[in-house]
């Protein structure tokens, strides 16, 4: 993936809440994140934490694909068959940064997707999600397809390694990180509650 593969999730956060007629005011007070952040994120001066990102995407209601599509893919219009059987091609392929240089996402659910998406996620050695431990309602799972990483359930560490696997319960608080010499990459899918709230 080159460096122009990379999406602007500034742009498309900008292009939603304008689309759905939201202001800045009312985005920052519905997500608790700052005005003057939430005016550096859209202008791509500042990258979002996985904590602030979920709090904008919570505020914004739209499912995590949204935000990798800066140009607007998801309002464009795409063949019967993408629609019918939800098709993400290669040359569509968008990845977000987030909060680091360390930890990037790769979606792979088509911008149709709601309920379930997936992607890889790429931690470079030293990438965490944060201090603070994630928690929605939400099944995650995935798959170590490269390299090493930690996963921190409910205070309990689990080490991870290629060919490895897991499946918990997203309202378990959650922390994830790369301590390791080495990058690792791995499937990252979240099956949405019906009702939930979609976050990362």
């Known amino acids: 993936m080159t460096q122009d593969d990379t999406g602007s999730i500034g742009q498309a956060i900008r292009r939603i809440r304008k689309n759905k007629h939201i202001s800045l005011q009312a985005l920052s007070s519905?997500?608790?994140?700052?005005?003057?952040?939430?005016?550096?994120?859209?202008?791509?001066?500042?990258?979002?934490?996985?904590?602030t990102l979920m709090r904008i995407q919570q505020a914004l209601d739209v499912p995590l694909s949204a935000l990798f599509d800066a140009d607007g893919e998801a309002d464009a219009k795409i063949s019967q068959d993408d629609l019918a059987h939800h098709v993400r091609h290669a040359t569509s392929r968008r990845a977000v940064q987030f909060g680091t240089p360390l930890m990037t996402k790769?979606?792979?659910?088509?911008?149709?997707?709601?309920?379930?998406?997936?992607?890889?996620?790429?931690?470079?050695?030293?990438?965490?999600?944060?201090?603070?431990?994630?928690s929605y309602p939400a099944e995650k799972g995935g798959l170590v397809l490269e390299g090493a990483f930690e996963l921190t359930l409910a205070g309990k560490v689990l080490q991870l390694r290629a060919g490895d696997s897991f499946q918990f319960d997203g309202a378990t608080p959650h922390t994830f990180s790369n301590p390791y010499e080495e990058p690792a990459s791995l499937m990252w899918i979240i099956a949405h509650e019906?009702?939930?709230g979609r976050h990362l």
């Open 30 to 51: 519905a997500s608790g994140v700052a005005i003057g952040m939430l005016s550096q994120i859209e202008r791509d001066l500042g990258n979002p934490s996985l904590k």
């Open 106 to 134: 790769e979606m792979l659910s088509p911008p149709a997707g709601q309920r379930l998406q997936f992607m890889v996620l790429n931690i470079q050695p030293g990438g965490t999600s944060g201090p603070s431990p994630l």
């Open 194 to 196: 019906p009702a939930a």
